[in-house]
């Protein structure tokens, strides 16, 4: 991602980085182990680690890879727990508005 323009701006690994494009706006990497069941781990800032239910992911399809995808509804959740960023209430307008397209949708 750096050859394509993107430059780190948040370095929590080995739990997250985020990534920041000025014409492509922000990319979100959480490393994740995927379990047999569809259920994952992610490394914590403090050793242990994050528990995902398999029910939260979904995926999406980038420059021929399957990349796993972390539900609307789980990311809501996930912005929740700590001091929000103007970046952060960005995210969750851009969720609610997933939210509502989708409710129209179905």
């Known amino acids: 991602m750096i050859r394509k323009g993107y430059k780190i701006t948040t370095d929590w690994s080995p739990s997250r980085i985020e990534l920041y494009h000025p014409e492509l706006g922000y990319l979100d990497i959480h490393p994740l182990q995927i379990n047999e069941d569809g259920s994952a781990r992610q490394a914590a800032s403090d050793g242990g680690w994050y528990e995902f239910k398999a ?12 990349i796993p ?19 952060d209430y960005f995210d969750l307008k851009n969720l609610e508005s997933l939210l509502n397209f989708n409710s129209r949708e179905n």
């Not at 029910?55 to 399957?66: L, Q």
């Not at 809501?76 to 727990?81: A, C, E, T, V, Y």
């Open 69 to 87: 995808c972390v539900s609307v509804e789980a990311q809501k959740l996930f912005h929740s727990g700590y001091e929000l960023r103007e970046v």
């Open 55 to 66: 029910k939260w992911f979904s995926s999406a399809e980038y420059e021929g890879r399957v």
